[in-house]
């Protein structure tokens, strides 16, 4: 071999074992410092060893952080980040309640259920309205129910269900496009002014102009889900609330959810969250719905209307990451959940009633994007992963008797994050970054 053959053999062999060195040390650093760093995508530190494997469980089990591969200083930061965003005046009080792999690891009250002196402290059973959550607890799960017993049919067009719906301009609408808000109905009106009982809103709904052409735009619309309640009930035979529970509530036994509480039960009252102070209706609401076109459709619509505790809203989000089942009760089948869950085309974050993680959402920056959720105007939101096998439900009402506050908004996402960074077995991905 010549003297220059091996000169450029030496070279390269410096070459790579300089490269070798400087790889080894980047890794050593790494380890050490823990630094996560994987661009684009931030990714958190380095995962650790996985946790010993947990017994089946058939419903939510109270466990420490730690038993389901989480860092047991979550409770420490949501009492923290609770407490911060109530003192600025996020809510007078709220609950929370977090899970992963069928363990309930932190479910708990803070404040109190209103401002007014002598208010009690907020619980695991504390009652709020749920307000949107309605969507997809009551609603969208009894199409679920409807849908996979071959009993109602995606696309068939509204008008065969409900014959009130005649105007020319509606006659493309498919029930699909209620689950996914792509109907063209207007976003909102204040119907509530002049229309009581379900047929007058009937009626109007069929009067008033689209916002867009049926199936061309996504406008995220309380009609969509009033007239998806219509249907519903002419498939089942009876009323929404009559078949949410019988059909959901009772058999998951999700004993604090109802639609429109009896309030002269004292007991289950004082449980209740009041929300805003409203003269046309007699003053402070304490177990009448905020939402004042479902009150005016009697206080049960498929839109707004129902009143549950954080401890039922967890029970709920476990049956859906069980796959449709809890206690050994069987509601739908595990592709039902998945079909249903998941966004319906690439031009939006909308599941069929679902919604799914997008820029600035609840969801904040962590939660994957096989994740669904909801939220409601009241302050309250549910955000399930199932990649992670998790979920938080957070309740609260920034409607109160100060009016409405906006801190919320920060709040649900402060609290989604610190759930998903204490997650130790895993990655961290900044989804957001990549939605």
Same mark, same amino acid.
């Given at each position: 071999m010549s003297l220059s053959r091996c000169t450029n053999v030496s070279r390269v062999i410096r070459g790579v074992t300089v490269a070798v060195l400087m790889f080894a040390t980047a890794c050593t650093r790494t380890a050490a410092n823990q630094i996560p760093v994987i661009l684009p995508t931030p990714v958190s530190s380095v995962p650790g060893p996985p946790p010993p494997r947990l017994p089946s469980a058939v419903r939510l089990q109270a466990a420490l952080p730690a038993t389901v591969g989480m860092d047991s200083t979550l409770p420490a930061r949501l009492d923290s980040i609770l407490r911060a965003a109530l003192a600025e005046g996020a809510a007078p009080g709220?609950?929370?309640?977090?899970? =992963?792999? +069928?363990?309930?690891?932190?479910?708990?009250? &803070?404040? /109190?259920? $209103? &401002?007014a002196t002598g208010s009690p402290a907020v619980d695991a059973g504390s009652i709020y309205d749920l307000a949107s959550l309605t969507k997809v607890i009551a609603t969208t799960t009894s199409a679920m129910i409807l849908e996979e017993s071959g009993t109602l049919d995606l696309n068939r067009p509204v008008r065969e269900f409900v014959p009130e719906l005649d105007a020319p301009d509606k006659a493309a609408i498919t029930v699909r496009m209620l689950l996914t808000h792509s109907g063209g109905l207007e976003a909102y009106a204040p119907l509530y002014r002049q229309a009581r009982g379900r047929s007058e809103y009937l009626r109007e709904i069929n009067a008033r102009p689209l916002a867009s052409l049926p199936g061309f735009q996504t406008v995220y619309s309380d009609w969509d889900m009033v007239l998806l309640q219509a249907v519903l009930e002419k498939l089942a035979g009876m009323s929404l609330d009559n078949y949410a529970d019988g059909h959901i509530f009772r058999p998951l036994g999700m004993n604090d959810t109802r639609f429109a509480p009896d309030t002269t039960d004292r007991s289950y009252r004082r449980r209740i969250a009041p929300t805003t102070s409203d003269e046309l209706r007699g003053g402070p609401l304490q177990g009448t719905v905020h939402d004042a076109n479902?009150?005016?459709?009697?206080?049960?619509?498929?839109?707004?209307?129902?009143?549950?505790?954080?401890? $039922?809203?967890? *029970?709920?989000?476990?049956?859906?990451?069980? +796959?449709?089942? &809890?206690? !050994?009760?069987?509601?739908?089948?595990?592709r039902t959940i998945a079909r249903w869950t998941s966004r319906q085309d690439g031009t939006t974050s909308r599941a069929l009633g679902w919604d799914t993680p997008a820029p600035s959402s609840s969801a904040g920056r962590y939660f994957s994007p096989r994740s669904f959720g909801h939220t409601g105007? /009241? +302050? /309250?939101?549910?955000?399930? $992963?199932?990649?992670?096998?998790?979920? #938080?439900?957070?309740?609260? !009402?920034? #409607?109160?008797? =100060?009016?409405?506050? *906006? =801190?919320?908004?920060?709040? =649900?996402r402060d609290v989604s994050d610190a759930v998903q960074r204490a997650v130790l077995d895993a990655p961290l991905i900044e989804w957001e970054a990549l939605r």
């Amino acid at each position: 071999m010549s003297l220059s053959r091996c000169t450029n053999v030496s070279r390269v062999i410096r070459g790579v074992t300089v490269a070798v060195l400087m790889f080894a040390t980047a890794c050593t650093r790494t380890a050490a410092n823990q630094i996560p760093v994987i661009l684009p995508t931030p990714v958190s530190s380095v995962p650790g060893p996985p946790p010993p494997r947990l017994p089946s469980a058939v419903r939510l089990q109270a466990a420490l952080p730690a038993t389901v591969g989480m860092d047991s200083t979550l409770p420490a930061r949501l009492d923290s980040i609770l407490r911060a965003a109530l003192a600025e005046g996020a809510a007078p009080g709220a609950s929370i309640a977090v899970g =992963r792999w +069928g363990r309930l690891v932190h479910l708990k009250g &803070y404040g /109190t259920l $209103d &401002y007014a002196t002598g208010s009690p402290a907020v619980d695991a059973g504390s009652i709020y309205d749920l307000a949107s959550l309605t969507k997809v607890i009551a609603t969208t799960t009894s199409a679920m129910i409807l849908e996979e017993s071959g009993t109602l049919d995606l696309n068939r067009p509204v008008r065969e269900f409900v014959p009130e719906l005649d105007a020319p301009d509606k006659a493309a609408i498919t029930v699909r496009m209620l689950l996914t808000h792509s109907g063209g109905l207007e976003a909102y009106a204040p119907l509530y002014r002049q229309a009581r009982g379900r047929s007058e809103y009937l009626r109007e709904i069929n009067a008033r102009p689209l916002a867009s052409l049926p199936g061309f735009q996504t406008v995220y619309s309380d009609w969509d889900m009033v007239l998806l309640q219509a249907v519903l009930e002419k498939l089942a035979g009876m009323s929404l609330d009559n078949y949410a529970d019988g059909h959901i509530f009772r058999p998951l036994g999700m004993n604090d959810t109802r639609f429109a509480p009896d309030t002269t039960d004292r007991s289950y009252r004082r449980r209740i969250a009041p929300t805003t102070s409203d003269e046309l209706r007699g003053g402070p609401l304490q177990g009448t719905v905020h939402d004042a076109n479902a009150w005016a459709m009697g206080g049960v619509s498929g839109h707004a209307g129902l009143f549950s505790s954080a401890r $039922d809203v967890a *029970t709920f989000a476990q049956f859906l990451l069980d +796959g449709g089942s &809890y206690a !050994n009760v069987r509601i739908v089948a595990p592709r039902t959940i998945a079909r249903w869950t998941s966004r319906q085309d690439g031009t939006t974050s909308r599941a069929l009633g679902w919604d799914t993680p997008a820029p600035s959402s609840s969801a904040g920056r962590y939660f994957s994007p096989r994740s669904f959720g909801h939220t409601g105007f /009241t +302050g /309250t939101s549910l955000w399930i $992963d199932p990649e992670r096998g998790l979920f #938080v439900v957070l309740l609260m !009402n920034r #409607v109160n008797s =100060r009016g409405e506050g *906006t =801190r919320h908004v920060q709040l =649900r996402r402060d609290v989604s994050d610190a759930v998903q960074r204490a997650v130790l077995d895993a990655p961290l991905i900044e989804w957001e970054a990549l939605r």
